[in-house]
């Protein structure tokens, strides 16, 4: 088996690279600076077909875990890392005769003003899910499970809120929040919040380069708990010595000024609309059987944080959102909009 990955210098695709080389496996890297990994890796990205092409001869499975986590992105990147690039990574595949394709997704595609308790992966969505971010995750999921057949198997993963450390996307923003009075919650933080470790992610992606009957669908990999989103940040805050996480607006009242300004919306639903996963699914065809407790993850965490320098050293670790300059090459290239 030879692995071309996609995402590796990513939070989530750092993970997965590790674990492959851990287990032996031939893994080639595609990413925008090839400085910036030790090993085979080639520089190109999603928005860029040519270079998926090249990267892609010669590899037997591909795992794209790139894509973009901040709800903030401006729609044009989003289309085209999420949607462009998997028509790109597809077109690739088939040309590289790849056996099969994991793309990495997350529970987002299904985000909605409403709870998702006990929400299974073929429960829809009415209408589109809410915002530009989750309008493509869903496109690009939609394309990959549409283009499985018996030349070109695909499937994908859909992490809940990944956590674990070496969390470079979720994590900062977190400990700014943490560092300036605790971590916002939507009122006093009682709703339901499904949570996927990244080891349990990893495990769950390895698995699914082989699983025999998996090809064709998607799948929910979350970690097997029920828990507020209070007691999940609380837990947190008290592991990287934070302040408790402190009480917010009502989910009514902070709604309908988050759509007005425009801001916060994505991140509202998230923390303040209830979340519990059905992954039986995955139990059945991925093996999937998450064994790292709560308290033992928050441990690896607080590590990590520790290694860095403390919460202000990973506070400052936030980046801005991508804007539209961030594939204005791309989108030259490929004749504009």
Not at 233 to 241: K, M, N, Q
Request: net charge negative; aromatic share 6%.
């Amino acid at each position: 088996m030879r692995v071309l990955l996609l995402g590796a210098t990513g939070f989530i695709g750092g993970a997965i690279a590790r674990r492959l080389i851990a287990d032996g496996v031939d893994v080639r890297v595609l990413c925008r600076d090839p400085s910036a990994w030790d090993g085979e890796a080639l520089r190109g990205d999603l928005g860029d077909p040519d270079s998926i092409a090249v990267a892609a001869e010669g590899c037997s499975h591909v795992i794209n875990a790139a894509g973009i986590v901040d709800p903030d992105a401006h729609p044009r990147a989003l289309r085209w890392t999420h949607v462009a690039g998997m028509e790109n990574l597809l077109n690739a595949c088939r040309h590289a005769e790849v056996e099969r394709l994991v793309h990495v997704s997350c529970t987002d595609v299904t985000l909605a003003n409403h709870d998702r308790v006990h929400w299974d992966e073929l429960k829809p969505v009415p209408g589109k899910p809410f915002g530009p971010r989750a309008q493509s995750l869903q496109l690009a999921e939609d394309l990959a499970l549409s283009a499985s057949s018996p030349e070109l198997a695909t499937l994908s993963l859909r992490g809940a809120w990944v956590w674990g450390p070496g969390d470079t996307s979720r994590l900062p923003q977190l400990c700014a929040e943490g560092l300036d009075g605790g971590i916002k919650l939507v009122g006093s933080g009682t709703t339901y919040l499904a949570t996927t470790y990244i080891d349990h992610l990893v495990e769950a992606t390895v698995t699914a380069l082989t699983a025999p009957e998996a090809p064709g669908r998607a799948y929910h990999v979350v970690d097997p708990v029920f828990q507020h989103a209070r007691d999940f940040f609380s837990a947190l805050s008290e592991a990287l010595g934070l302040p408790r996480p402190r009480d917010g607006s009502p989910f009514a009242l902070a709604w309908p000024i988050a759509r007005v300004r425009g801001q916060g919306a994505v991140e509202l639903l998230q923390r303040g609309k209830s979340t519990l996963f059905d992954f039986s699914q995955a139990c059945g065809k991925l093996s999937y059987d998450p064994q790292v407790e709560l308290e033992a993850g928050l441990a690896a965490v607080a590590a990590w944080v520790e290694e860095q320098g403390g919460p202000k050293a990973v506070a400052a670790m936030k980046r801005p959102p991508p804007g539209a300059d961030a594939v204005d090459a791309q989108v030259a290239a490929a004749g504009g909009d």
